[in-house]
């Protein structure tokens, strides 16, 4: 199993950039998918979740209204469009796959970072 996530870069302040994550040997419409991002020296944070078909989507109180989340069955990708971004959006994202509160598996990083 292998979830790459792309995308990421540095940006400034009020920029956008959208997230990618390829899933590859296994088919995401089985999993909610999920974003969560990591700071040096902080505890991984969930970003958004969206379930299986779409139809919900969670999001973290500090990215509500910047962040969407989104996928393509289809394609078997996830994305997450992240605007007005911030310094404190600076962190590594990885995307997962797993089932309500529980993570099954976890893919690579992508590094943003947001200069002020």
């Known amino acids: 199993v292998q979830l790459q996530a792309s995308g990421g870069g540095l940006v400034q302040t009020g920029d956008s950039l959208r997230l990618s994550c390829a899933a590859s040997?296994?088919?995401?419409?089985?999993?909610?998918m999920k974003w969560f991002r990591q700071t040096p020296g902080k505890e991984r944070e969930s970003v958004a979740r969206i379930v299986r078909n779409g139809g919900s989507t969670y999001y973290s109180d500090s990215v509500k209204g910047r962040f969407t989340i989104s996928r393509d069955n289809a394609k078997n990708t996830v994305y997450l469009q992240m605007n007005s971004l911030k310094p404190e959006d600076t962190a590594v994202y990885y995307c997962?796959?797993?089932?309500?509160?529980?993570?099954?598996?976890w893919g690579q990083g992508t590094l943003v970072t947001v200069s002020s």
């Open positions: 997962a796959a797993g089932f309500s509160a529980v993570t099954v598996y």
């Open positions: 040997k296994l088919t995401i419409s089985n999993y909610d």
